[in-house]
């Protein structure tokens, strides 16, 4: 059984590489956004065309992004929201909210402050992990029924 992951949330850290890396030898194939900062947020007005007003350039490069959020969630069978420590990810858990109104099997990541700030977020997902490589032993689970 193959599995398509999709990996969504914060793009400051290498957590994905982690994931990714700690999976190789599953049958799993990963997507994800963007994770490109600068070119995430200007793909609008690079392709589009530019905007004199902020409000305009973002809701390009927004909408641009979410062509591939939403087929990357879609096709999915499990999504995988990092929500980290620096910055509030309103997307991500946008992404999460999406993930679970599809019915996707979702694992959220994030560390135990935010515990009570995303206590709605959590009791959505079947999973919730504190690091990377406990996402991998779920996966590992989930394809060969081996425990760590």
Avoid at 56 to 61: L, V
Avoid at 75 to 88: H, I, L, N, T
Wanted: hydrophobic content about 45%.
């Amino acid at each position: 059984m193959a599995l398509k992951v999709y990996l969504s949330g914060e793009i400051h850290t290498d957590w994905r590489d982690q994931i990714i890396n700690g999976a190789r030898d599953l049958d799993i194939s990963f997507d994800s956004p963007v994770t490109d900062h600068d070119a995430s947020d200007d793909c609008g007005v690079a392709i589009l065309g530019r905007e004199d007003s902020k409000f305009w350039h973002d809701r390009k490069g927004a909408q641009i992004n979410a062509i591939r959020t939403r087929r990357g969630i879609e096709q999915a069978d499990v999504v995988v929201v990092r929500f980290g420590e620096k910055y509030r990810q309103w997307n991500a858990a946008f992404d999460a909210g999406v993930a679970s109104a599809l019915g996707k099997s979702l694992i959220v990541l994030h560390g135990p402050e935010h515990q009570h700030a995303l206590k709605e977020v959590d009791a959505a997902a079947l999973a919730v992990a504190e690091h990377p490589e406990q996402v991998v032993q779920i996966l590992r689970y989930v394809l060969t029924g081996a425990l760590p």
